[in-house]
């Protein structure tokens, strides 16, 4: 426990009906907080929002939305502002990626990704803000080990990495009254390469360095107490990732064969 520190406290998770998402729910739920958790799943998040009360005792709020969509966006915020003014959490963990050439890619797709991965994490960021300064709230920010490192066959998914590690750093210097974190993880064992790589072949390429979702959530709630800069994970990529801004073109060559079993 963190001395019931979150204790009664509301914290928002998108992307809460599976993977990361979920178990960042659970083990806030743990800790006697109480989620407030956003995905399209209405089916999903009843079933979490009952496992949640009958296993911690502590209430669920539940939201439908796809968070890609504007109009829903604007009226889960709405409702934030209003129902939620004590939100003391944001987690920005709603995203999503696909492993295709730029030229195989649609737009549809391409700019349904940059929406759901940026626009959607800066809006509901930015609008939720002031309450968390005021609250002297918590932002962790989902972003990924190719937010540091690029790779062929993911040109958008990267370039969305990217932008949300930019935004965690630039957003740390600009407020001193929320505590903000940046998650960054490699392969991560979730239902993520369904969508990503339908084929298989990419994540059965990774399978034996994949991270366990339960334990990098376990490690996200924990920052609510530790108040950590970033989590990266593994720590062998994170140093490749270094190694990568270092020297990009000795890397690109050096794992040029690794990178494209996308």
Known sequence: MLTDKLKGKKIVVTGASKGMGMFTVIHLAKEGAIPVIVARGEQRLGII???????FGVECITYVADLSDESERKKLLV???EKHPDIVGLVNNAGFGSFESLQAASWEKSNKMIQLNVTALIHLTQE???ILEENGGHVINVGSQSGKIATPKAAVYTATKHAVVGFTNSLRMETDRVTVTAVN???VATSFFEQADPSGG??????AIMLDPNKI?????????THEREINAPAWMEAASKLYQAAPGVMEKAFRSQFNKK
């Open 202 to 207: 990419y994540e059965a390429s990774v399978k």
């Open 128 to 130: 939720l803000l002031p």
């Open 79 to 81: 409702e934030l502002k």
């Open 185 to 187: 993880p490699g392969p």
């Open 49 to 55: 929002r009952k496992f949640i009360g009958e296993t």
């Open 217 to 225: 959530a376990r490690r996200m709630v924990r920052t609510f107490d």
